[in-house]
């Protein structure tokens, strides 16, 4: 036998055992998945040594809304609905194990409450859709702290308890045996560290002034909870100091005492601080930074009609403002001096007033010294005031030349212009609806209108700056959190009005 000869044996005998192997294990003539079926889904497991076969349903996901139950022994979609309750719970356990819950709709779901929710990856129950997810928000946990970031509920033993009805001491900070104060010896304050990083403040008032130094905290409010520090004068409610990193969420800050300088929160010393869903409540000087990093997030920020007090005042570091609200403040509203700043989705409204002899210095906003990275867009100023002999922007003011604004509204809305202006004459701004008007490109000499509630500046229907705003911009939502664009454009001002 030659090589050729032999080649080609081996080559046979392969091919023989090739089409022997085919033979006696033919190609399955059933299904392998879904696709393969018509409106019907693929139940093929391998090992049971039959060819997959088209059924009805898998689990319950599978079946149609009139139908919903998947009787898995059958793999067929049953009709009757359940009946919320211990023998519907019954049912739903048996025939959809992993929807055992009976909903409101008579459909087995996953949960109807964050109770039923056992995994930690997943621990809120979304009562519309009966699944579980993740937490958005710390009000969604048992904990009522969320990590955000992560989707997760904080365990309580991470936490520290601080409620007007506890009492400070060594073993203070749970839920049941919460602490009374910050500050005490043995308060809440003393216990940060380690996991331990975040303090919840319960539902009622913590009186007492708070001094954050060199820390990292995060402080988060029970829905109603709050920070009433009743100072004599002159001092402040929160004050931060030498690198610390502070967040507040969820809680109301006031003060019923209140001399000429009283602030309520305080940053300083490059530290870092973070307000968002809060509001600080009719206080003479809201907030005041000093080569600070201070983000706002969904705040307000609300001066006191008796006072004249500055809304923000920021000196040196940064500042971001996003859907936040700083109005009422009768000295001004922002003061802004050699920072970077980021304003986009605000309302600054009503600041500043046009006393003759007490009037203010600045109205809505000012900006001096050099600026770093700068974003101005999306708000909506509206409505405040200087003295009358000031010759500055009542709305904005620019001595140095440092701003570049564009998709935000400018209006006194319907008050008298009197001797002042509204934008300062240094200020650059475009693409903007500017009460008066003002130089530059795509400026729109015109006033919108507003829903009739008062000091309300949301947007009327078929308002002049509806469907405006230019492109080129990152801004995806608006104050309330609506999606923009909604309609043909995006909207100018803090507002993207709902289309239906
Ligand atoms: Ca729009
Ligand atoms: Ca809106």
Same mark, same amino acid.
């Given at each position: 036998m030659n090589l050729r000869t032999l080649t080609l044996l081996c080559a046979c005998s392969s091919l023989l055992l090739l089409l022997a192997c085919s033979e006696s294990n033919p190609v399955s003539q059933g299904c392998t998945q879904a696709s393969d079926c018509t409106d019907q889904v693929c139940k093929n497991e391998p090992d049971d040594g039959l060819d997959g076969i088209c059924v009805d349903c898998l689990v319950s996901d599978d079946c149609p809304s009139d139908t919903p139950f998947c009787d898995v022994a059958n793999n067929s979609c049953l009709s009757p609905s359940c009946e919320q309750g211990a023998d519907g719970n019954a049912l739903c356990m048996s025939t959809t194990p992993d929807t055992p819950v009976c909903g409101p709709n008579g459909r087995c779901v996953e949960c109807v409450e964050s109770s039923h929710c056992s995994s930690e990856s997943e621990p809120v129950c979304d009562t519309e859709t009966g699944e579980c997810r993740q937490c958005e928000a710390h009000a969604e946990c048992a904990s009522s702290v969320c990590d955000i970031d992560g989707g997760t509920c904080r365990a309580e033993a991470d936490l520290v308890y601080v409620d007007d009805n506890g009492t400070d001491g060594a073993s203070c900070g749970t839920p049941l045996s919460p602490c009374a104060t910050f500050m005490g010896a043995d308060g809440a304050l003393a216990k940060v560290g380690r996991s331990r990083d975040t303090i919840v403040v319960q539902t009622g008032s913590i009186v007492e002034q708070v001094a954050i130094d060199s820390m990292q905290v995060t402080i988060v409010g029970q829905a109603g909870a709050a920070l009433t520090p009743q100072i004599p004068s002159d001092e402040i409610g929160i004050a931060i100091t030498d690198s610390a990193t502070v967040t507040i969420s969820g809680l109301r800050i006031s003060m019923d005492v209140q001399g000429d300088r009283t602030i309520a929160v305080a940053c300083n010393g490059n530290s870092t601080l973070t307000l968002e869903d809060t509001l600080i409540d009719r206080v003479k000087n809201g907030i005041s930074t000093n080569n600070c990093s201070l983000t706002l997030l969904r705040s307000d920020v609300r001066g006191s009609s008796s006072r004249q007090g500055t809304g923000i005042e920021v000196a040196g570091g940064e500042v971001a403002l996003h859907q936040s609200t700083i109005v009422g403040y009768l000295g001004g509203g922002i003061r802004i001096d050699s920072a970077s700043f980021e304003i986009v989705n605000c309302l600054i409204a009503n600041n500043g007033n046009d006393s003759t002899?007490? /009037?203010?210095?600045?109205?809505?906003i000012h900006l001096t010294g050099t600026l770093g990275d700068q974003r101005f867009e999306f708000n909506t100023v509206a409505h405040n005031f200087i003295q009358?002999?000031?010759?500055?922007?009542?709305?904005i003011e620019c001595p140095d030349a440092n701003l570049n604004g564009s998709n935000n509204i400018f209006t006194l809305d319907g008050a008298p212009l009197g001797?002042?202006?509204?934008?300062?004459?240094?200020c650059s701004l475009r693409d903007s609806p500017i009460e008066g008007g003002h130089p530059g490109? /795509?400026?729109?000499?015109d006033t919108p209108t507003f829903v009739?509630?008062?000091?309300?500046?949301h947007l009327a229907p078929g308002s002049p700056g509806i469907d405006v705003a230019v492109d080129g911009t990152q801004v995806t939502i608006d104050i309330d959190g609506d999606p923009r664009p909604q309609g043909a454009r995006s909207d100018m001002g803090m507002d993207e009005v709902l289309v239906q």
């Open positions: 002899d007490l /009037g203010s210095p600045f109205g809505g009358p002999q000031q010759t500055i922007g009542s709305a001797l002042s202006t509204l934008i300062g004459a240094n490109e /795509g400026n729109i000499n009739p509630a008062a000091n309300d500046y």
